[in-house]
């Protein structure tokens, strides 16, 4: 577990403290894109709560996922039907 490392960042004007083992890249990346996506769901409702703001976020991002995943698992059916 020794590989795990700290990132401090800051999303929406508060800092968080994230433990994984993400390279420094894929957290920029992340943070990034999770600064974009609030940006735009606060420009569309901009009368949203943060917290509400962030499990809309949270429910693209879920919804997002599991959209890919089907895309996976349906090019590794046909990967085996091969």
Do not use: C, W
Request: hydrophobic letters at 40%; zero cysteines.
């Amino acid at each position: 577990m020794t590989d795990k490392r700290r990132f401090k960042v800051q999303i929406a004007n508060q800092t968080y403290t994230i433990i994984g083992k993400s390279t420094p890249e894929h957290m920029n990346a992340v943070v990034e894109l999770v600064e974009q996506q609030l940006s735009e769901i606060k420009e569309m409702m901009p009368n949203l709560s943060p917290e509400k703001a962030a499990i809309l976020l949270a429910i693209n991002a879920v919804s997002d996922q599991l959209y890919k995943q089907e895309q996976l698992d349906e090019l590794m059916t046909k990967q085996v039907e091969k």
